[in-house]
């Protein structure tokens, strides 16, 4: 056990030095996607530290500061109900992150998985796959997200629409299966999986053990694009009255309903769950492409 | 105007509204009524939803009333401007048995239908007989409505005489349902459901076409029985979802919508149109109902409901949603300010509506611990619409202080619809409204669901049947008024489905429009005879 312990020890500060060598070095050549991760932590500090910053519940309707602008009390005003704003920005910040990463996470990794069977496979079965995604790619990505989450209703569970993360994942899929497939085929054409093969390792075992950290920088590239996206998707699908419910704050939601009627009175209704979705896409974005760059070996050299 | 009550009997069987401060609303009862009607010009007005069917007789909604009332018309009307007085509208006079068991109609001569034929005393029979006993493939919402009826004669072809089972206390009411409006038994009988393919009436205005989910079109019938009328050409309803409806109006697009605005979308146009605004503001026959399905555990413990229902602050809701919404005053089980509503003092009785909030909240408390269901998790089944958004938010905030925690389901209207019908719900953001406040024809939201569908509480009380019987049956008004108020203090106390706030009706326009008459129900005064345009 202390032999353990005195080699983790021994590692820690090694594989610390590792990370903190690595972080500034992106720092120093991406800092616009720098820019974006500080946003994007500072958004997951104030999802994870909602309960501790809010003075006020975000479900809670105070009929007395109902549309108050923005003050000393109600930092970014109150909305039709009475309810405070910042503090449905903040833990409409948990909904988002919760629903973007799950989304983006089971989209990335079941696309993943598909674009490494057709590589790997080739022949027929990379043919049929290559024409379902097709197919499924035809549909706009709010379109086919509107259709899975109207066939499946809703599933909540804790408190979070299980069926919602399932279709903002499924327009994710298809995109991320492409991307995958492309880099796939060309870790499949390298001799050591044809070795593999002889040495009699079985199909999954190779996909997983030799093929699958192969292609894991463009999966973590896409995973960090598709937060993006999902984030926006859940907005979009919320807005729509299909994803988030009343009274849950979610920044989509904040922006459909009273806030539609009330955007002339009551701006700020409208302003600062757009300017938080405005802003968390663009955090992921420029974080996702700079994360892109950095990967790259050919923008190394 | 004047052909319209000469020689017609005023409503006098159930001794309503006259000289009683029967309505609230504030404007008058006309649209700008002042100056001589002109003739011509396109009425063009905005309706929020499609029509799912073009027969009255199968459907309750103003989707379809709002387009199809301008091409028919029915026995008797709700006198313009004077709700809630009837006068006669095909029929030209009408009298009523002393014992209340016959009514006897003299139809107006030389009226005719949009294809030259004339309607008589075998059209009215033939149209009413389509309601109280529809044929196979035939739907009719309005069969609960006749079942006092026992039969329907015609002695001569102006003459209809309408025998009773037992006395009606509504059936004046009935007769003036715009939803009864009156087809041609010719075509009847060659095809009983050509009221849902073809829209053919006596109405002041043909029909021209109808692209779905664009516009409604119907010009002018020169052969309309009303001499002069009616002064437009025609009119357009245009297909409009609510946001656009506001923006159209006050870009001058369209010249009104006759359902109603939230206040916030009534300042909206004033703000744009100015002095060309005309708004009319009046209570509604249209309230927000809070459902629990009573067959369904824990809502079939009484505690439980009572305990919800004692939850919600009512009085504090209505002061301020009615500020950001359509929803407004606090009322019982009949409209807030008609004749058959209860005080306030009557209503702080009920639980629910005491003024002591903490009170109300700490026995609801009591009632929840002494049902077993202090953690009590709910899901409230809603409309995805403003204000029953709203509401839900209300009651699911009003719940969340005594320790109730709730999930919000939001759907589309068929799926509401589903569940209400399936009892697939535990419960139910509801809503109910009639085209008059005849407590027949409000109460039977809170009888037995064997008594009527649409009581989707499921629950059975046989006392509240009794109750709502008897006072059908009674034609005195205070005593129908005592029975009324019994039949609201049980309702209330079992609270199978408890009112939660009534709507206010709010009409903004362009000044334009002139005879149009606001009442508390967007269900009548739709025909647009005496509507005019002063362009």
Known sequence: MSATIAGLARSGPGAFGRFARGAGRFARQQPLGTLGLLVILLMAAAALGADLVSPYDPEAADFAAMLAPPSPDHILGTDSFGRDILTRLLFGARTALTIGLASSFLGCAAGGLLGLTAAYWGGRVDMLLQQLVDIILAFPIIVLALVVVALVGRNTVAGIDLNLIAAIAVPIVPRAERVIRAAALGVRAMPYIDAARAGGYGDGYIILRHMAPNVMAPFLVLLSAYVAQAILLEASLSFLGLGVTEPKPAWGLMLSGDSANFYQEAPWMILFPGLAISLAVFAFNLFGDSLRDWLDPKFRT | ?535
């Not at chain 2, 309706?47 to 008797?76: C, Q």
């Not at chain 2, 026959?285 to 004692?310: E, G, W, Y």
């Open chain 2, 1 to 535: 105007m004047t052909d319209r009550t000469d020689g017609l009997r005023r409503r006098e069987a159930l001794g309503l509204g006259l000289g009683l401060p029967a309505l609230l609303w504030a404007g008058p009862g006309h649209a700008a009524a002042t100056g001589e009607p002109k003739r011509g010009g396109t009425l063009i007005y905005s309706v929020a939803a499609e029509p799912p069917t073009y027969d009255l007789t199968a459907t309750s909604t103003f989707a379809v009333m709002h387009r199809l009332a301008p091409h028919y018309s029915t026995l008797l009307q709700f006198e313009p401007g004077n709700y809630p007085n009837i006068v006669g509208d095909l029929a030209e006079s009408w009298t009523e048995a002393p014992d209340k068991m016959t009514y006897t109609f003299k139809l107006r001569d030389k009226v005719v239908f949009h294809d030259g034929t004339p309607c008589e005393a075998a059209d009215v029979k033939a149209t009413y007989d389509r309601m109280r006993a529809p044929p196979t493939g035939v739907i009719s919402s309005r069969q609960p409505s006749f079942a006092q009826i026992a039969s329907v004669e015609t002695p001569d072809r102006l003459t209809v005489v309408f025998r009773m089972k037992a006395v009606d206390a509504s059936i004046t009411d009935t007769f003036a349902s715009p939803w009864n409006s009156i087809f041609s038994a010719a075509k009847l009988t060659s095809d009983p459901n050509y009221p849902g393919r073809v829209v053919m009436g006596t109405g002041p205005f043909r029909f021209v076409e109808h692209v779905p989910g664009s516009h409604w079109v119907g010009t002018r019938f020169d052969g309309y029985f009303r001499a002069g009328h009616p002064y437009l050409d025609g009119f357009r309803a245009i297909t409009m979802a609510p946001s656009a409806m506001v923006n159209a109006l006050a870009g001058r697009q369209i010249m009104a919508e006759f359902r109603g605005v939230t206040p916030n979308e009534r300042d909206r146009i004033v703000r744009a149109l100015g002095k060309d605004t005309e708004v009319e503001e009046s209570s509604w026959m249209l309230h927000m109902i809070c459902t629990f399905n009573c067959q369904k555990k824990p809502f079939d413990d009484p505690r439980v409901r009572r305990a919800l229902s004692l939850a919600m602050d009512r009085w504090g809701g209505s002061a301020s949603l009615s500020k950001v919404s359509q929803l407004g005053p606090v009322g019982g089980l009949v409209r807030p300010g008609s004749t058959w509503s209860a005080t306030s003092a009557e209503m702080e009785k009920w639980p629910g509506y005491g003024r002591d909030l903490a009170a109300n909240r700490a026995e609801a408390r009591r009632l929840l611990k002494e049902a077993g269901q202090e953690n009590l998790q709910l899901t409230l089944l809603d409309r995805n619409i403003q204000p029953y958004i709203t509401a839900g938010v209300f009651m699911i905030d009003q719940w969340r202080q005594i320790g109730v925690k709730v999930d919000h389901q939001q759907v589309e209207l068929a799926a509401w619809y589903a569940a209400q019908n399936s009892g697939n719900f535990e419960v139910l953001v509801d809503s109910f409204t009639q085209f008059s406040d005849d407590p027949t024809n409000v109460l039977v939201k809170y009888v037995s669901y064997d008594k009527a569908e649409v009581a989707v509480a499921h629950a059975t009380d046989r006392e509240l049947d009794r109750l709502f019987d008897e006072q059908g049956r009674t034609v005195e008004v205070a005593a129908r008024k005592a029975l009324v108020r019994q039949f609201e203090t049980r309702a209330m106390d079992q609270a199978y489905a408890v009112p939660v706030l009534w709507w206010q009706r709010i009409v903004a326009m362009n000044k334009e429009v002139r005879g149009w008459s606001m009442s508390p129900t967007h269900m009548i005064y739709q025909d647009l005879s005496d509507v005019w345009l002063a362009t």
